[in-house]
């Protein structure tokens, strides 16, 4: 007997193996690489809107890129980074993730709204 735990009671810190490790880092770079492909998604619709079609109307154009930021980072955080855990209804599950884009979409364009409409910038 060498002193190593062999069969299902191998212990693993924090109980996280090799093979589950390798899953949360494989997750991870889904969830920054989606992450930053929605922010550079938002910057490239945002500036297109302000410097053609919505040039008098910045705000709503920041607001319009954040719409289309969002629907893509549902669907990529769906499909690629919580596509293997993520269970239940996809309705309720869309729900929640709207309401609290909703809510981060409006911290972020209340400064916008601040600086365009009450101080004139």
Known sequence: MTGIPVGDNNYEPHGLGHRSRYRQGKRAAYFLGGGGFCFLLTLAVNY????????EHPTTAFLLANGVATTVSYYLSRRFTFG???HGLKRVQFIKFFIMSVIA???????VYVS?????L
Not at 105 to 111: E, M
Not at 116 to 120: A, E, K, L, N, V
Request: hydrophobic letters at 50%; zero cysteines; proline letters at 4%.
């Open 48 to 55: 297109g809107l302000k410097f053609t079609v919505l040039g």
């Open 84 to 86: 293997d855990i993520m």
């Open 105 to 111: 979409v409006g911290i972020t364009s209340a400064p």
């Open 116 to 120: 365009r409409w009450i101080f004139g």
